[in-house]
């Protein structure tokens, strides 16, 4: 009988990758950026779960008083999951995607796209607020 696991991959700033067996073993990635999982051995399939870096927040000027007025909040990345199919020894492409730069005096940055194997399962990040 084939050993057979199931990882969850959680995918936004923060990586887990858990599999369900007897026990269940999870490891964590919390790094922005690409990151390359190789598959272990009697692994066939994975609960990928990404979401998007949220949106920074920005602001129209900088007033009188030295605040930003009428600065508005980014907005949220979003969420994506699918069971991927996977081989044993394989590398896949993790990428955990960046919130946005904030911006005095301007519209926030857009949030990183988190993705799984590049296309498999993809979160797009979320967009700047302006004011």
Request: charged share 5%; hydrophobic share 35%; proline share 1%.
């Amino acid at each position: 009988m084939k050993n057979k696991f199931t990882y969850l991959f959680t995918v936004f700033i923060l990586v887990a990758f858990c599999a369900n067996s007897k026990a269940q073993t999870c490891t964590t990635i919390s790094t922005v950026g690409t990151t390359v999982w190789t598959c272990p051995a009697g692994v066939t399939s994975v609960t990928v779960q990404c979401w998007g870096g949220g949106g920074a927040g920005g602001g129209v000027a900088i007033g009188s008083s030295g605040y930003i007025s009428d600065a508005c909040g980014g907005g949220g990345g979003s969420f994506a999951q699918s069971v991927i199919a996977v081989t044993a020894g394989n590398n896949y492409n993790v990428v955990v995607g960046a919130g946005g730069a904030g911006v005095a005096g301007g519209t926030g940055g857009t949030g990183g796209t988190s993705s799984f194997n590049a296309t498999s399962v993809v979160a797009v990040g979320g967009t700047g607020g302006g004011g």
